[in-house]
């Protein structure tokens, strides 16, 4: 009997302890749960897989947070999260400028560019450029992002779509101006502007500028970077493939050599080898975007009528820059539109 007795207070304990345990898990359900364990509801599973994940796609930023700014400006080109197919594209560790610390370049990098104008006489570039930094820098003067800073750049194109545009006060209003070749600024204030900060010229182009003009040279052969240590220098120079000014007066402490190894990036990760290289325009355009905070565009592609010229001249020949095959002008305007759509650049689109 008591054995027994003892028998149905055991069993009675245990089941005690099972419904106490039953109910606090009860408990636990019906109230907030802990989170760990939750299952995501069908909402949530819902919303994952409606995220595109293709390239070109526009990343949101994390919820409840926004993700860190590389500048002061209200938008900045370096700022992450914006687009994955800039992101994917986007090298900031190549420098644009081409300096005794980049001086050695990459064999593919070398022999693509000395092939886009061959020259049949021989020269060591190292020994070239290790002459042309004696009377030059030879350093870059750009920094790295600047959370406190917004250098604000207006890249100013060639096209005639900025006569009557009025865009010379908005223009000028940038700190840096960079314009290329020609380019001539007097008389065309009102469309063009007045200040320019960098000029971008191959020798045949090249001009005298002004003391606090940057002259920055794109050189496609080892002659042209001769060229420019002889304009400054000795003058011994006056012909590439065709004459070339024999002295250059602008400020040495200012010249800048374009990197080729910058040329090739922005051939194979953007132009994507369409054209048999990219047009001035691009060089200065992706140039920009390596070294300010904000770029806006002005002066690129036809005017409103579909015709190809410069502002300063008469529309003879409005076509010959989409003949040449050369440069690819429309899949050129499609980057630019990307960009724009990236959020990266802001297009100025003139009339």
């Known amino acids: 009997m008591r054995c027994s007795l003892r028998t149905w207070v055991l069993l009675g304990s245990l089941a005690l302890l099972f419904l106490t345990s039953l109910l606090f898990s009860l408990s636990l359900r019906g109230g907030g749960g802990l989170p760990y364990l939750d299952p995501p509801s069908w909402e949530e599973a819902r919303r994952v897989k409606l995220v595109p994940s293709y390239a070109g796609s526009h990343r949101l930023g994390p919820r409840g947070g926004a993700l860190p700014k590389t500048c002061a400006c209200h938008r900045c080109v370096g700022d992450p999260g914006v687009s994955d197919w800039f992101n994917e594209n986007y090298n900031p560790d190549i420098s644009p400028v081409w300096t005794q610390n980049n001086i050695q370049l990459p064999a593919d990098v070398y022999y693509w560019w000395v092939m886009l104008q061959p020259q049949f006489k021989p020269h060591s570039i190292q020994h070239v450029l290790s002459q042309l930094f004696q009377v030059i820098p030879g350093n870059s003067p750009y920094g790295s992002w600047d959370p406190g800073r917004c250098q604000r750049c207006a890249v100013v194109g060639n096209s005639g779509n900025l006569r009557g545009s009025g865009y010379g006060h908005a223009i000028d209003g940038h700190g ?69 000014k024999q002295f250059l007066r602008v400020d040495k402490d200012k010249v800048q050599i374009y990197n080729p190894a ?11 080898h369409h054209g048999r290289y990219p047009s001035t325009g691009m060089l200065v355009l992706f140039f920009a975007l390596h070294v300010c905070d904000e770029v806006n565009v002005f002066g690129f592609g036809a005017d409103s009528r579909g015709n190809w010229h410069h502002y300063w001249e008469q529309n003879r020949y409005s076509g010959e820059f989409r003949k040449t095959g050369v440069h690819d002008a429309d899949f050129e305007a499609h980057i630019i539109d990307s960009l724009a759509k990236a959020g990266k650049i802001t297009v100025f689109p003139g009339k």
Not at 262 to 267: A, E, S
């Open 262 to 272: 910058f040329f090739k990036y922005i051939h194979d990760r953007w132009t994507r």
């Open 176 to 244: 840096f101006i960079m314009r290329m070749n020609l380019a001539p600024t007097v008389g065309y204030e009102d469309d063009a502007g007045s200040r320019t900060t960098h000029h971008f010229m191959y020798p045949e182009s090249a001009r005298n500028l002004a003391t606090n003009v940057s002259f920055v040279l794109v050189p496609f052969k080892t002659l042209d970077l001769l060229w420019i240590t002889s304009a400054l220098s000795t003058g011994q120079i006056r012909f590439t493939y065709a004459p070339v």
